[in-house]
């Protein structure tokens, strides 16, 4: 499946920003998805997870845990990341990606399929 992320932008401290990651087939629903981020000089880390088919399951960082929403919608082969109350620690490429198995959402090495990445800054 190939994954395309599109939504980042430039938001002021406190603002909230909207990320989308397409897919091109329905195998879509079959995948556990998640995003993952990378901020200039550091690692990529993992922000949030949601498991396949209805997506009952979701998972965040200590990070995002309470201000981010990770959703999915089957019939439009795309996934979601509501952020909001955003800082300037978030600014970050973000990355979304495809994984088979929900016990692995957490681990970036375990995904098969990766988007191109989306940039999201937020100044202060």
């Known amino acids: 499946v190939q994954l395309q992320a599109c939504g980042g932008g430039l938001v002021q401290a406190g603002g909230s920003l909207r990320l989308a990651c397409a897919a091109s087939?329905?195998?879509?629903?079959?995948?556990?998805m998640g995003w993952f981020r990378q901020a200039p000089g550091k690692e990529r880390k993992f922000v949030a997870g949601i498991s396949e088919e209805s997506g009952e399951l979701s998972i965040y960082g200590d990070s995002v845990n309470g201000r981010f929403a990770i959703s999915r919608d089957n019939a439009k082969n795309t996934m979601y990341l509501q952020m909001n109350s955003l800082s300037p620690e978030d600014t970050a490429v973000h990355y979304c990606a495809a994984v088979q198995g929900w016990r692995w959402v957490k681990v970036s090495s375990k995904y098969r399929f990766w988007g191109q990445g989306t940039l999201v800054t937020v100044s202060s």
């Open positions: 087939d329905r195998t879509f629903s079959s995948y556990s």
